[in-house]
Every structure is written in structure tokens, then in C-alpha cells.
């Protein structure tokens, strides 16, 4: 990617400088992976799809490069090697789906790569549609992912979970999603202060890829289990392979003052990947219109977030490519051509 070398500290304003500043992150994934026809009603949610249809799971990165966006985040959100085998994998076939995450989402960047070289449309030489840098984001998701409780959605773990709990948790999965070939890791949808201590001293441990710590916040000042957001993204700056910080999984409502809140406690670029505006209710899954402003469509905010200082954009969940694509074109109407 020529990014190669950089010090993590560097590694995505390098990044960001190719693009004038400004990226874009894909969008919702399990929600748009069942859009497609997939049935994710299982504990492994859109890694499931690692097993039954990669060719899906191909498909959703291809629409979202298509869309406009620089990086893309592979289906591993909720694969776990404990996961996997709960329901009957062995050790072995469980690392190699966590590889494939990442060698499906190399092979989409490279199909689309060839799609650029071969297709000589206006379409194609469009800025938002040139080869271009386009990163691997691994995803990993929390321990409350993991358990599909719901605990993720509020960040309550138990009190017999330590940070050390956590870090045993992650440890091998992480390794394996670097040595894959992951250009950087997504740690995403974190709940807790808990959990974003146990990420950076497992980054400490002698990883050197670059990483983001993404929180699921409940309000403008508060990740989901009630820890200051400021509190978290203190913990986030203080740690070298951090290369940004920022909110997702979240009501577009609360974004602006998120912003705010994390500039004030780091220097590191801010990403924000809101969710459509709708709620998750855990215990119908069923996704239900939040109340008050209707928020379906954020992104005539783009640039009031880009303003308050955050430097990439996206989408999680219900979010699409049509969202993606509406986010790289005001992104597109700020920069300059080259």
C-alpha cells in the first residue's frame, strides 16, 4: 500500500494525506450481508458467512469499494477461535476462517483493482473510483460480542472479568488476524474503559501493526456501559500502535458532541461510523426507528463533523453503499483534484 515502514503514529495521517485529510470507512456489514439473502440468526452473526458464503461476503467489500470507500473492514467482527469452536470447529479450521476474513477482503481490493485497470468508463475515472490506496481493516469485536448476550450494547461484564480475562480473550485471535495481512486493526464497538485497557496493554505486548479503537456510545460524553468517552480516548491516546480514535455503532445524534469530547483528549485522527439512526432492541432482534429526529439519512452532517475535527467517515449498522457513497461524494466536494 506504500505505507510500509511508517510509524504507527504516522501510518494513517499518512494515509489520510494522500486523500487531502479526509477517508472513507464502508458500511453496515451483517446488516447488508442479510440484505443480500444471508440468515445470520446464529451466535457467529456475519462470520457465519466466512463458512457458508464467502462469496457474499466478496460481494458486500466489492459494492462498498464501488461506493467510494478507502478501507474496508473484514467479517470478522464477531469470529472468535472460541467461538468457532462452540460450534464444532477445531482449533486449526477456526484460525484458518479468522485468515480468510482478511484473504477475502485482499481478494476484493485486488478484483477491484483489475476492474480499474480494464474499465476505461467515466464511471471508472471517477476520483472515487481510480485505484487508489484502499486499507484491510481487521475487525475485531468485543468480548460482549463474543458471548451474544447482549452485553455488548451496555458494556456489563460481570465483575469476574478482569482486564487479563480480556487480553487471554483476544490475544490469538488478533495475532492471527496481523499475520494475515491485515493492513491495520479495527477494534470496534468498544463498551468499556475495562476492555479499551486490556486492547491497548495487548497492543503493548509487541504488536506493531496500527490499530483504531472505535467506542458504541449511549450519549454525547458516555461509551454504552457509562465510562466517560474522554476517560476511554485517554487510554486510546496513550497507546503508540493507536493510530485513531473514534465512535461507532452509535445514534447520529450524539456524534458531534463525541467529537468534541475526544479532540479534547487526543491529537489522533477521529473516525465516526454512526449507525442509520435506528435502535437495536437485543431481546426481539429487531431494529425499531429511534425516537424524536428522524436520523436515516446522516449524511448531510458529513461536513459538520468534519468541521467539529473528525478526519474519517462511514457507517455501521443498516447503513449501505448508497450511505457510502453519499459520504465519499461530500468528501469528494472538499478536496482537491489531483
Known amino acids: 500500500m506504500g505505507l510500509e515502514g511508517k510509524e504507527t503514529s504516522s501510518f494513517m495521517r499518512d494515509f489520510l494525506d494522500r486523500y487531502g485529510g479526509y477517508a472513507v470507512i464502508d458500511g453496515g456489514f451483517a446488516t447488508e ?4 439473502g444471508a440468515d445470520l440468526n446464529d451466535p457467529l ?13 466478496r460481494r458486500v467489500h466489492l459494492d462498498y469499494l464501488d461506493a467510494g470507500a478507502n478501507i474496508i473492514l473484514t467479517a470478522s467482527y464477531q469470529a472468535t477461535l472460541q467461538g468457532f469452536e462452540a ?20 481478494e476484493a481490493r485486488e478484483i477491484y483493482y483489475d476492474r480499474c485497470t480494464k474499465d476505461s468508463s467515466d464511471f471508472m475515472r471517477d476520483e472515487r473510483h481510480r485505484r487508489r490506496p484502499i486499507l484491510i481493516a481487521a475487525s475485531v469485536g468485543s468480548y460482549g460480542a463474543y458471548l451474544a448476550d447482549g452485553s455488548e450494547y451496555v458494556g456489563d461484564y460481570g465483575d469476574a472479568v478482569t482486564v487479563k480475562t480480556l487480553k487471554d480473550f483476544h490475544r490469538e485471535r488478533v495475532k492471527i488476524l496481523v499475520d494475515a495481512g491485515a493492513d491495520l486493526i479495527a477494534f470496534e464497538t468498544i463498551p468499556n474503559k475495562l476492555e479499551t485497557k486490556a486492547y491497548a496493554e495487548l497492543l503493548e505486548e509487541g504488536i506493531e501493526t496500527p490499530a483504531w479503537f472505535s467506542f458504541s456510545c449511549k450519549d454525547e460524553s458516555n461509551v ?11 487510554v486510546a491516546d496513550s497507546c503508540r500502535q493507536v493510530a485513531a480514535v473514534g465512535v461507532n455503532c452509535t445514534a447520529p445524534r450524539f456524534i458531534h458532541g463525541l467529537i468534541s469530547s475526544i479532540t479534547k483528549a487526543t491529537s489522533k485522527p477521529v473516525l465516526v461510523y454512526p449507525n442509520s439512526g435506528e435502535t437495536y432492541i437485543a431481546e426481539s432482534n429487531q431494529w425499531v426507528k429511534s425516537s424524536g429526529k428522524a436520523e436515516d439519512d446522516f449524511v448531510p452532517y458529513i461536513s459538520k463533523w468534519r468541521d467539529a475535527g473528525a478526519s474519517l467517515f462511514g457507517g455501521c449498522c443498516r447503513t449501505t ?15 482537491p483534484h489531483k
Not at 45 to 57: G, N, R, T
Not at 87 to 106: P, Q
Open 33 to 36: 450481508l442479510e440484505r443480500h
Open 45 to 57: 452473526w456475519s462470520a457465519k458467512c466466512l463458512i457458508s458464503s464467502p462469496h457474499l461476503v
Open 87 to 106: 460450534k464444532g470447529f477445531s482449533r486449526e479450521e477456526g484460525e484458518n476462517l479468522l485468515r480468510r476474513s482478511v484473504e477475502i477482503a485482499r
Open 224 to 234: 454504552v456501559s457509562g465510562d466517560s468517552i474522554f476517560e476511554c480516548a485517554t
Open 321 to 335: 453503499p448508497n450511505t457510502i457513497k453519499g459520504v465519499a461524494g461530500e468528501l469528494l466536494g472538499t478536496l
